[in-house]
């Protein structure tokens, strides 16, 4: 997997999650001033008064995202200046509403689906690389990375947070997730990745939905902020094109880079800031060969099905027909060719033995 802008009181990470988190920095402060209190007693050599915690804080077409909603609270309550917080984590919290043209739940929505990321409540490993996922796919075990901005003409720079920052930024427990990815090695060890994978569905849940969809929610706003990264025109994109970069980005995350052709076009460098709005709402051509460009690519042909709905995206045309959107891309999107080796060699030893013997036929009607 794998974007970043959410502000606590300000994003849209659930309520409940903002509890939870309250109730964790409670309770580290609370056990800093019982401290402080103790040593205050010793040194003036009278009784301190008991320290009183206070109590948890009571708990289609693509739809456009609607500004009125950035008061919504996000994850983690509080300020930006706080000492827990990774300059990456306050950067995914600062994120609002209104810096997306379109809906940030309907990507969740869509994410969730079995024909995208799908939805697993359990720790498992990736089919290529064995590496823990959780939730819609999102990565448990990636460390804070370097991912430096090599297109001169765009001053927005990339974010790659560890596993453990987002897990920070959903509002959830840092002690749980080294709890998940314990009972993952231990799992992976005694199944292997191939056993590993053929229990996913019988997995007793980790997490709560609550929490998958904090993630998920964290994932997709890194997502948004790097592909303002890629690319340099994203705040002139419609609704579904944004999407369509989101989801690239979060379903390639820094391999999105291998996809020169895709970049350069979605690059445009001789329109002025005019022509560029005018190429993104109505040059049908041009979006057309944004869309080949992916088309072509072996991401689109391993992952036909979900390739072809997102590449859809990228039609200027999307928001007034998405099924002809999809079926212009789905009737050219052809899936990849599996190679069988087995197969293969069976066809061999059977042209083999079929031409032996309609060599022999042949020799025996010569004799005759």
């Given at each position: 997997?794998h974007?970043?802008?959410?502000?606590?009181?300000?994003?849209g990470?659930?309520?409940?999650?903002?509890?939870?988190?309250?109730?964790y920095?409670?309770a580290?402060?609370g056990?800093?001033?019982?401290?402080?209190?103790?040593?205050?007693?010793?040194?003036?050599?009278?009784?301190?008064?008991?320290?009183?915690?206070?109590?948890?804080?009571?708990?289609?077409?693509?739809?456009?995202?609607?500004?009125?909603?950035?008061?919504?609270?996000?994850?983690?309550?509080?300020?930006?200046?706080?000492?827990?917080?990774?300059?990456?984590?306050?950067?995914?919290?600062?994120?609002?509403?209104?810096?997306?043209?379109?809906?940030?739940?309907?990507?969740?929505?869509?994410?969730?689906?079995?024909?995208?990321?799908?939805?697993?409540?359990?720790?498992?490993?990736?089919?290529?690389?064995?590496?823990?996922?959780?939730?819609?796919?999102?990565?448990?075990?990636?460390?804070?990375?370097?991912?430096?901005?090599?297109?001169?003409?765009?001053?927005?720079?990339?974010?790659?947070?560890?596993?453990?920052?987002l897990w920070?930024?959903?509002?959830?427990?840092?002690?749980?997730?080294?709890?998940i990815?314990?009972?993952?090695?231990?799992?992976?060890?005694?199944?292997?990745?191939?056993?590993?994978?053929?229990?996913?569905?019988?997995?007793?849940?980790?997490?709560?939905?609550?929490?998958?969809?904090?993630?998920?929610?964290?994932?997709?706003?890194?997502?948004?902020?790097?592909?303002?990264?890629?690319?340099?025109?994203?705040?002139?994109?419609?609704?579904?094109?944004?999407?369509?970069?989101?989801?690239?980005?979060?379903?390639m995350?820094?391999?999105?880079?291998?996809?020169?052709?895709?970049?350069?076009?979605?690059?445009?460098?001789?329109?002025?800031?005019?022509?560029?709005?005018?190429?993104?709402?109505?040059?049908?051509?041009?979006?057309?060969?944004?869309?080949?460009?992916?088309?072509?690519?072996?991401?689109a042909?391993?992952?036909?099905?979900?390739?072809?709905?997102?590449?859809?995206?990228?039609?200027?045309?999307?928001m007034?027909?998405?099924?002809?959107?999809?079926?212009?891309?789905?009737?050219i999107?052809?899936p990849?060719?599996v190679?069988?080796?087995?197969?293969?060699?069976?066809?061999?030893?059977?042209?083999?033995?079929?031409?032996?013997?309609?060599?022999?036929?042949?020799?025996?009607?010569?004799?005759?």
């Amino acid at each position: 997997m794998h974007g970043d802008n959410n502000r606590f009181y300000e994003s849209g990470l659930s309520e409940n999650v903002k509890n939870r988190s309250h109730r964790y920095f409670v309770a580290i402060l609370g056990a800093a001033a019982v401290l402080s209190g103790g040593l205050r007693g010793l040194a003036q050599d009278q009784p301190s008064n008991p320290v009183q915690v206070p109590a948890p804080v009571p708990t289609t077409p693509i739809p456009v995202a609607d500004p009125s909603t950035d008061s919504q609270a996000a994850a983690v309550p509080v300020t930006s200046d706080h000492p827990f917080l990774s300059p990456a984590v306050d950067t995914l919290l600062s994120f609002k509403h209104s810096d997306v043209k379109f809906d940030v739940e309907h990507l969740m929505d869509i994410l969730r689906d079995k024909r995208h990321e799908g939805w697993v409540l359990a720790a498992y490993p990736d089919p290529k690389t064995a590496q823990p996922l959780i939730g819609a796919g999102l990565s448990l075990d990636l460390p804070a990375r370097e991912h430096p901005q090599r297109d001169p003409l765009n001053l927005h720079p990339f974010l790659e947070p560890s596993s453990a920052e987002l897990w920070q930024a959903a509002g959830l427990d840092p002690a749980k997730l080294q709890q998940i990815l314990g009972e993952f090695t231990e799992r992976l060890t005694a199944w292997d990745k191939t056993g590993f994978r053929r229990q996913i569905w019988n997995l007793e849940p980790q997490i709560t939905d609550e929490d998958a969809n904090a993630l998920l929610r964290v994932g997709i706003i890194q997502s948004i902020y790097n592909a303002k990264a890629y690319c340099r025109n994203f705040d002139r994109l419609s609704a579904s094109q944004q999407m369509a970069m989101t989801q690239l980005v979060y379903q390639m995350g820094v391999n999105l880079e291998e996809f020169s052709t895709f970049l350069d076009l979605i690059n445009r460098r001789s329109e002025s800031p005019a022509e560029l709005e005018v190429v993104a709402k109505a040059d049908a051509a041009y979006w057309r060969s944004v869309q080949m460009s992916l088309v072509q690519s072996q991401w689109a042909r391993l992952y036909r099905a979900r390739a072809t709905a997102v590449i859809a995206m990228l039609d200027p045309s999307y928001m007034k027909n998405p099924t002809r959107a999809e079926h212009s891309i789905g009737v050219i999107l052809r899936p990849a060719r599996v190679r069988r080796a087995h197969s293969t060699v069976r066809n061999a030893a059977y042209t083999k033995h079929h031409a032996s013997a309609a060599h022999r036929r042949t020799a025996r009607t010569r004799k005759n």
